[in-house]
């Protein structure tokens, strides 16, 4: 190796970037679908959810990266299985211990954490042919963009179907039916499939603004 | 006549490609076409067309449409006034009045946000405007209680012509029946709005109702237990319901005249009562309650049932195409409509979710029927050979 490469060149800062827009994992690659439809009925859980999806991508990154060269090819899936396992149980039990109602609230879902096909899919794209560190940047990036996706939709979705948002009441008692207004939460976006058209709705806003990921 | 074609001849090069106006283009086009008919040729295939257009079509099924709506409206004041218990001291036409007030803006609503929403992606995307939201506005408003709050309307409307209609490419590509689109969008997200006891009779804060009044559906109270209900009350159309719903009476002209103009399929009405009936028999015959018990034929003028297999089931762009796909998928929509509407106590009708579903199955449907026939020729022409 002839030149060290600045730790943040522009190529890094790419690997950071392009998760937050042409790459994203969930509005362009379509992946950690179940989980951005499950969590994201209130904020609180969604950013929960994406802080520890985002730990859990970066670690494993510089962990399978740090082992690339010792991991033998045929057994890689299984080694690679065993190290997000681990790092969704230290999370768990971070979660249980510091926001014991958020994590009653995600219940399974930080489990299902393990087979997000957004960590098996960087650790094999990514991490098992780059460096430690370019990994970790690629693991922040793809945290990222999966948390962007899920917070945004979150925030919809508290807003317009109870009228909140991050818990604190923004529409005020007075304009609903009951308290003698005219208003009423929209009672269909707590569910799944509205979460999914506003997913749909991110993506036709991205790809509007963004022709390139328009496929033909 | 004249005088109108005139002015479009006069307008007309003032929309023209590059000329001041362009951008009206599709305005000028839209409503030319409703006056007459285009004196272009198809430059390809088939060259010989029958005047009766989508404008036309459309045309007659709102026609068709026409005499639900008026009872609807007469219903309405119908309801309102027999709640309070005046029914005896107010003449005919200011109980139709009230309900045309009451009734009126919902119509208003349903086209002017429809029609706007088509109008911009016309443009946007630089298509003809075309008249696919001429009926659905008019469906809307008709299958919706008459309480519901007219943001609500717009909201749904908004809904159903962009993600029913619009996502998929416009008019003729959409999977779902857009007026029950906005209808199931409602269900869902203001359950309290769009059902149990107090949305479907019109009552002002001060209204006084009479005692003994409670407001519920025919459907409501057979899913509580007591299915009787006045046979003649329920085919004329005197019960609280949707607008539009009420009055078997009304939807049978209505079926009349898109029968005998060809506009409706016979065949899917015909197969969606064969299937409700089926369903309903086969229920009397396992009845172990006294909704099951209802006699079989009281399913076609209570709830939604008519109106859904007279004007929702038959539109031909959510419908099967083939034939024999018609017979199936009318069949399927009777089956399971009366099977919700009975036996799934959290839905006290079904036609609309039965539409729904055998909507999505429709062009399934259709592969099947087809890949039969195929099947079935290439074999008859292995033994010619």
Known sequence: MSEREALFSKKNLKLLSDPLNSSNPITVQVLGICSALAVTAQMKPAIVMALSVTAVVALANVIISLLRNTIPNRIRIIVQLVVIAALVILVDQVLKAYVYDVSKQLSVFVGLIITNCILMGRLEAFALGNKPWQSFLDGIGNGAGYGAILIIVGFFRELLGSGSIYGFRVIPESWYITHGGFYANNGMMILPPMALITIGIIIWVQRSRNRKLIEN | ?385
Request: a neutral charge; zero cysteines.
């Open chain 2, 1 to 385: 006549m004249k005088a109108i074609r005139n002015f479009f001849e006069k307008t007309k090069p003032l929309v023209q490609k590059g000329a001041k106006y362009q951008w009206l283009h599709a305005v000028h086009d839209g409503f030319f076409t409703l006056f007459f008919v285009q004196k272009n040729t198809s430059k390809s295939g088939t060259h010989i067309h029958d005047f009766i257009d989508l404008k036309r079509t459309m045309g007659i099924v709102v026609l068709a449409l026409i005499p639900a709506l008026l009872f609807g409206m007469y219903n309405t004041g119908f309801q309102h006034y027999q709640a309070i218990g005046e029914l005896e001291s107010t003449g005919f036409f200011s109980v139709f009045f009230y309900g045309f007030l009451k009734v009126l803006p919902i119509i208003i609503v349903s086209y002017v946000v429809g029609l706007g929403i088509e109008f911009a992606f016309a443009q946007m995307r630089g298509h003809e405007i075309n008249e696919g939201f001429l009926v659905s506005g008019i469906l809307i408003p008709l299958v919706m209680p008459v309480n519901t709050p007219l943001w609500m309307i717009a909201l749904a409307t908004a809904f159903a012509v962009i993600f029913g209609k619009e996502v998929f490419g416009g008019t003729g590509m959409n999977v779902w029946n857009p007026a029950l689109l906005a209808r199931a969008f409602l269900f869902f997200a203001y359950p309290a709005q769009m059902s149990g006891d107090s949305v479907w009779v019109a009552l002002g804060s001060s209204d006084k109702v009479v005692d003994g009044f409670s407001g519920a559906t025919p459907m409501a109270l057979a899913a509580a237990g007591h299915p009787e209900i006045n046979v003649m009350d329920a085919f004329l159309g005197f019960i609280p319901g949707s607008i539009g719903e009420t009055s078997a009476l009304a939807i049978l002209i209505g079926a009349v005249i898109l029968i005998v103009t060809g506009i409706g399929s016979w065949k899917i009405m015909a197969s969606t009562v064969a299937g409700g009936l089926f369903m309903g028999l086969l229920l009397n015959i396992f009845a172990v309650n006294p909704y099951m018990e209802m006699p079989f034929w009281h399913h076609l003028i209570i709830g939604g049932f008519a109106f859904g297999a007279v004007f929702m089931a038959t539109d031909p762009v959510s419908a099967a195409q083939t034939n024999t796909g018609k017979w199936i998928y009318g069949f399927l929509i009777g089956v399971v409509a009366i099977l919700i509407r009975v036996l799934n106590p959290a839905y006290p009708e079904g036609m609309m979710l039965a539409i729904l579903l055998m909507n999505t199955f429709a062009p399934l449907i259709d592969y099947y029927v087809v890949e039969a026939n195929i099947k079935r020729r290439l074999k008859r022409a292995k033994i010619a050979a």
